[in-house]
């Protein structure tokens, strides 16, 4: 097992989790009421697509860090979750960036493929919008040390990150033939 | 402008006001300058003085090696147990620092500690043998775990002292070649590098805290022979970067893909 990197202190690291996660998601809802019509000189929907290569990579570095805690090789799975989280910010940064040049895109399908597509975009933007501060307060179970109460809380921020993460992919494929 | 701005103000005002803030310790012992080509360009690079190895026993009776404490910075003077004059007070505050380091700290946020290791050299061996020794220590609550005191061959260590560490170098007071009765503690690195020489009586009451000081730098200095461990693995890691480019072409492609229709 690994050493406790911070000291414990439950309800500072409360307030900063929340304080932060709410900072984000506010940043988040307020950025994409606005539109900035720049003329860049290239195309802003690359951001989208950076996006989905992101979440992509953080899908298979979830997976690879969980099969690593299985094997007992804690150091590695440290390694792979700190580039997941540093992913995460930079993720963030573009996703922010896409929104804010390219505003919203109307999904042009129609039918099942549309019932389809609203079904994982609307689970992945609810699970999207409060998955965060999971991941924080996982990732201080296990910078404190406590390793049993980051296994329990890691059972429900795994599989919720993992699904947000190959969904954003998903939903990048279905609606990126409409972008204009 | 200003998003490029702010980060780049502070980043100067950070840097002009910490890089002098800390002095790291010098080198003392050059063993030689070479010159070597370094992409393409001559540069002078200065060796310094490797401690070498030496074998002794400490007061356990146990066989030990310098080099058995690689990588941990050492802390090392000379004394004998019959000396009436300043070992009782070099021990005593080589103890003091040992206690100090042991005891630093929140238990949960502290260093590792044991990365020093302190050591006490017998200039009289043929006497202090390691019961000797064992009595001395225990009379000053010497914790053997990471502060040995030595004994040996005499000549040995008396080559290690003025060959290896040269206790009398840049030192006011002459030191005699047949007995080495010295109040320095001298500092290694975890490159076993000599890196200070301090007054271990401690009589400007700067010097001990000027060593603890610089204990600390040397802790926290990096390595510049070991390459960075932390993303050492992940890059080990080929399957993993393979699946990562995968992602980036099959996305790239699906992009122009895309815009091209």
Request: contains cysteine; glycine residues 4%; charged residues 20%.
């Given at each position: 097992?690994?050493?406790?990197?911070?000291?414990?202190?439950?309800?500072?690291?409360?307030?900063?989790?929340?304080?932060?996660?709410?900072?984000?998601?506010?940043?988040?809802?307020?950025?994409?009421?606005?539109?900035?019509?720049?003329?860049?000189?290239?195309?802003?929907?690359?951001?989208?697509?950076?996006?989905?290569?992101?979440?992509?990579?953080?899908?298979?570095?979830?997976?690879?860090?969980?099969?690593?805690?299985?094997?007992?090789?804690?150091?590695?799975?440290?390694?792979?979750?700190?580039?997941?989280?540093?992913?995460?910010?930079?993720?963030?940064?573009?996703?922010?960036?896409?929104?804010?040049?390219?505003?919203?895109?109307?999904?042009?399908?129609?039918?099942?493929?549309?019932?389809?597509?609203?079904?994982?975009?609307?689970?992945?933007?609810?699970?999207?919008?409060?998955?965060?501060?999971?991941?924080?307060?996982?990732?201080?179970?296990?910078?404190?040390?406590?390793?049993?109460?980051?296994?329990?809380?890691?059972?429900?921020?795994?599989?919720?990150?993992?699904?947000?993460?190959?969904?954003?992919?998903?939903?990048?494929?279905?609606?990126?033939?409409?972008?204009? | 402008?200003?998003?490029?701005?702010?980060?780049?103000?502070?980043?100067?005002?950070?840097?002009?006001?910490?890089?002098?803030?800390?002095?790291?310790?010098?080198?003392?012992?050059?063993?030689?300058?070479?010159?070597?080509?370094?992409?393409?360009?001559?540069?002078?690079?200065?060796?310094?003085?490797?401690?070498k190895n030496i074998r002794l026993i400490n007061q356990l009776g146990d066989t030990v090696h310098l080099y058995d404490r690689q990588g941990k910075i050492i802390v090392l003077n000379f004394f004998f147990t019959s000396c009436r004059s300043i070992c009782p007070m070099l021990t005593h505050n080589m103890v003091k620092m040992q206690q100090s380091f042991m005891n630093g700290g929140e238990v949960r946020n502290k260093?590792?500690?044991?990365?020093?290791?302190?050591?006490?050299?017998?200039?009289?061996?043929?006497?202090?043998?390691?019961?000797?020794?064992?009595?001395?220590?225990?009379?000053?609550?010497?914790?053997?775990?990471?502060?040995?005191?030595?004994?040996?061959?005499?000549?040995?260590?008396?080559?290690?002292?003025?060959?290896?560490?040269?206790?009398?170098?840049?030192?006011?007071?002459?030191?005699?070649?047949?007995?080495?009765?010295?109040?320095?503690?001298?500092?290694?690195?975890?490159?076993?590098?000599?890196?200070?020489?301090?007054?271990?009586?401690?009589?400007?009451?700067?010097?001990?805290?000027?060593?603890?000081?610089?204990?600390?730098?040397?802790?926290?200095?990096?390595?510049?022979?070991?390459?960075?461990?932390?993303?050492?693995?992940?890059?080990?890691?080929?399957?993993?970067?393979?699946?990562?480019?995968?992602?980036?072409?099959?996305?790239?492609?699906?992009?122009?893909?895309?815009?091209?229709?």
């Amino acid at each position: 097992m690994l050493e406790a990197s911070i000291q414990k202190n439950d309800k500072q690291a409360r307030i900063l989790i929340g304080v932060f996660s709410f900072v984000v998601f506010a940043a988040v809802v307020l950025l994409s009421k606005f539109k900035l019509s720049l003329h860049l000189g290239f195309d802003v929907h690359i951001f989208a697509m950076i996006n989905a290569i992101i979440n992509s990579i953080i899908a298979v570095l979830l997976i690879a860090a969980l099969v690593a805690v299985k094997n007992k090789k804690y150091d590695l799975h440290r390694k792979l979750m700190f580039t997941a989280l540093v992913l995460s910010i930079l993720f963030l940064v573009s996703y922010i960036a896409h929104h804010l040049l390219a505003g919203e895109t109307k999904f042009g399908g129609e039918g099942v493929i549309r019932i389809v597509y609203l079904l994982i975009l609307f689970t992945h933007i609810f699970l999207a919008a409060i998955i965060l501060p999971f991941i924080l307060f996982t990732a201080y179970r296990a910078l404190t040390g406590e390793f049993a109460a980051h296994t329990k809380l890691a059972r429900y921020t795994w599989p919720l990150w993992f699904y947000v993460a190959v969904t954003g992919p998903v939903v990048y494929l279905l609606i990126s033939p409409y972008y204009i | 402008m200003i998003a490029i701005l702010i980060p780049a103000v502070s980043y100067i005002l950070l840097k002009t006001a910490s890089d002098h803030a800390v002095v790291m310790p010098r080198k003392y012992l050059l063993d030689s300058v070479v010159t070597v080509v370094k992409n393409g360009k001559q540069e002078d690079d200065s060796i310094w003085h490797v401690t070498k190895n030496i074998r002794l026993i400490n007061q356990l009776g146990d066989t030990v090696h310098l080099y058995d404490r690689q990588g941990k910075i050492i802390v090392l003077n000379f004394f004998f147990t019959s000396c009436r004059s300043i070992c009782p007070m070099l021990t005593h505050n080589m103890v003091k620092m040992q206690q100090s380091f042991m005891n630093g700290g929140e238990v949960r946020n502290k260093i590792d500690t044991s990365i020093v290791q302190f050591i006490s050299m017998s200039i009289d061996p043929e006497r202090d043998s390691v019961s000797v020794l064992k009595n001395y220590a225990d009379r000053f609550g010497v914790n053997p775990d990471n502060y040995w005191m030595l004994t040996g061959k005499k000549d040995s260590i008396y080559r290690f002292a003025f060959e290896e560490l040269k206790v009398d170098q840049f030192s006011v007071e002459p030191i005699s070649p047949d007995f080495i009765h010295t109040s320095r503690f001298v500092l290694l690195d975890r490159n076993m590098v000599v890196r200070g020489y301090y007054d271990g009586l401690d009589k400007d009451s700067t010097s001990l805290s000027q060593l603890a000081r610089d204990i600390g730098l040397l802790m926290l200095e990096k390595d510049k022979t070991k390459k960075s461990e932390l993303f050492l693995e992940i890059i080990d890691l080929k399957w993993l970067w393979a699946i990562v480019v995968l992602i980036v072409v099959v996305f790239v492609v699906v992009f122009y893909r895309n815009r091209n229709n």
